[in-house]
């Protein structure tokens, strides 16, 4: 079946840096991918849509310059979170869907735990 | 606008009883509905989806699903529960558009033996 792998699964690191994480469709052709943002027992928040070749689309209140997307290829995003602070420690997931078929579901990575010191 | 439902933040079953984990949707036009589950630490798997047709619809692990438009109900189903099914379950809605997801609040189901 359809595989999305995301990269690091965890990430600790000092306030200030900045961290990517990288999302791969690692068997069909993503023009569109995902990424959430997931709190301690609550729902994913949906933070932006990363479109193939062109920017991505934020959701009302995420902050572009501060997550920064980049879609560079029909198999890999990326999600920059920078200069990272302890308030952006969470749960971030990314998701993607084969556009190959019709009505195929969305596929998700198993998330990045960031924690910021 | 779309949107989802899930009214119970828990579900608590004794393994080997059925087990139902409710959704409700709210959409304009045809409804694209999805059940997902997460193991803690882990992304979401997806279980089941409806789309068009049988109001019943199978998925994995022997969960089913039954789409009742009256009701504007998409619940989740398995005949005989299984400790291993103890996780967060999460009801999604699909915007025919934009193709993002709107995702119900989440439903922790623990099974207990």
């Known amino acids: 079946g359809a595989v999305v792998s995301q990269h690091p699964s965890r990430v600790i690191c000092k306030s200030g840096t900045s961290v990517k994480i990288e999302c791969r469709s690692l068997d069909f052709q993503a023009t569109t991918m995902f990424w959430y943002r997931q709190f301690p027992k609550q729902s994913l928040m949906l933070m932006a849509t990363s479109n193939e070749g062109s920017k991505a689309t934020y959701e009302q209140g995420v902050e572009k310059d501060k997550f920064l997307i980049n879609h560079a290829s029909l198999t890999l995003s990326t999600l920059t979170v920078t200069s990272a602070h302890p308030e952006d420690s969470s749960f971030y997931i990314c998701?993607?869907?084969?556009?190959?078929?019709?009505?195929?579901?969305?596929?998700f990575g198993d998330g990045t735990r960031l924690s910021i010191l | 606008a779309q949107s989802v439902a899930q009214p119970e933040d828990q579900v608590n079953v004794a393994e080997g009883n059925p087990l139902t984990v409710k959704c409700t949707y709210s959409?304009?036009?045809?409804?694209?509905l999805f059940w997902y589950v997460q193991y803690p630490n882990r992304g979401l798997q997806f279980l089941l989806k409806y789309i068009t047709g049988d109001n019943l619809v199978k998925g994995s692990y022997g969960f089913e699903a039954e789409f009742n438009k009256s009701q504007t109900s998409f619940h989740l189903k398995k005949p005989s529960a299984l400790v291993s099914d103890s996780a967060l379950y999460f009801c999604?809605?699909?915007?025919?558009?934009?193709?993002?997801?709107?995702f119900g609040r989440g439903t922790q189901l623990t099974v207990w033996p």
């Open positions: 959409v304009s036009g045809n409804p694209y």
């Open positions: 998701s993607a869907r084969d556009y190959s078929g019709a009505d195929q579901p969305q596929h």
């Open positions: 999604a809605v699909r915007d025919g558009t934009l193709g993002r997801l709107y």
